[in-house]
């Protein structure tokens, strides 16, 4: 028999008054979906010994460095999500999945020679992967008049390893300082110096030199397989345009095929992922061009900088994270990275002709404004011949089936899943049943939600495609059906203004 409330239970009869608390949801509408970036990079090479491999949430900057090394990627990635200052990323989780060092990495190795007796006093400063310091420390070389190369090559050796934060560690002979990257791996192969002496070079020069190549990438398949049932909607990819990982990161996220969805996508996991990857070439569309079909990779762009590509993806990262988390309606787009070394030019992307044939090859692009590199186009690489316009190219129209996804997983778990499946004609009054034109009327009104919220247009559109039926060959299969209409964004702002002059009347 049906209670409206079983506090006290039906067998009971001597006196007694109970009362219980059980969840209720109210509301009428379900919320955005909850932004998670994972992290893949790797820790020093003084960490590596004790190196846990384990998925961890990272708040800050000083944390990364503390477990996987000041300077590290890791850090270097923290510390644009998450600045000293504050703010970046806010309260959205940032979990770094670590990888160990691969086998036969290499340091990074350069050197410094300073030539010269100081003719003067006056203030050199290294220029380290487009930084001249890091969070308020710099590089700076204090010179004395009468310093020789030795004095100079300790005071650089000092510089460097007064920064906490920097990507190499110094030490010094007296004719040369020598810089090795504090990780070893490929991504330590981007670590540049230069020397600014501020147009007076006191009677010294400098000699730089690359003495060996950082090189190596670890497999990061281990990592992604630790990601289970959370769903991390952004990965930092710190690898690059490496294709081994590009390629293991498209085979494990999957693709949105009608047929035959996969990875991520597959109809029973459906936890897919942006990884966003970063590339200081002229033009990254050489890589994204064969990747046609593929929804994985956004390539995050700042062509021709001094700083580290890795660098570049936390860059957008925080502004995608931040953006789809409060509003996953509009799109990064003229928006700029709040912390990226930029160049007096940033070559083919400066070019709008070559940006629009840039994107259309599945890679994103940039402009130069103000000194800042200013997002123009956030896409992943999807680009099939054939289908205009691409249905997943832009990373915003993703993170927009994301939500709906998200918000709807919500609503089947109030609403349908573990209820037992009452016909439409049945008059019930127990709890904790659904009829399939119950479960209609939810979607319907999900249906104006969304449109409310920007995600998608045209409700009634949405709602008359809505069917529910229960399965013919299984009486415990609901089976849903429904279309949407993804929301625009304006990109282009085209206008023809007829003008002419004003003659008199005869």
Known sequence: MYMDSDAVGSERISRIVGYKIIKGDFAQVTPNLPQRIAILAEANTAQQATLDLAAKEITSAQQ?????????????????????????????????????????????????????????????????????????????????????????????????????????????????ATLTSKWKGLTADDISVTV????????ITYAVNSTQSGS????????????????NTIVVNSYGTVTSILDTLEAFNGIPDPNNPTGRYSGIIMKPFIALTGSVADDPSSVTDSRKDEVTIAICPAPLSAGLPFEAAANETLLFGRQAQDNPHLDTAGRSYPDMPTPISIGSMTDYDNRDAIVKKGCSTVDLVNEKYQVQDFVTTYHPVGETPPQFRYSRNLMIDFNIRFG???????????????????????????????????????AESLSKKALTVTPAFMQDSITVVISTTNPDRLETFFRYKRSGFARIASTTAEAGFNFGTT
């Open 408 to 446: 709807y997983y919500l609503l089947e778990l109030i609403n349908v899943v573990d209820h037992a499946i009452a016909a439409d004609e049945d008059t019930v009054s127990a709890q904790k049943i659904i009829k399939p034109k119950q479960w209609k009327q939810i979607i319907d009104k999900y």
């Open 216 to 231: 190596a990438t670890p497999s990061i398949s281990a990592a992604l397989a630790l990601f289970g049932t959370n769903w």
């Open 64 to 176: 990364a460095g503390t477990l996987y090394g000041y300077g590290s990627p890791i850090y270097h990635i923290m510390r644009i999500l998450r600045p000293l200052a504050g703010g970046g990323i806010g309260g959205i989780p940032t979990v770094v999945y670590p990888q160990a060092v691969a086998l036969a990495a290499a340091a990074k190795v350069l050197t410094v020679t300073p030539v010269g007796v100081a003719t003067g006093n006056g203030t050199h400063t290294l220029i380290i992967s487009g930084r001249a310091g890091i969070d308020g420390t710099f590089y700076n070389i204090n010179i004395l008049k009468d310093d020789t190369t030795a004095d100079i090559t300790a005071k650089i050796a000092d510089a460097i390893n007064a920064v906490t934060g920097c990507p190499v560690l110094a030490t010094e002979t007296d004719y040369e």
């Open 196 to 203: 600014d002496t501020d147009d007076n070079d006191l009677g």
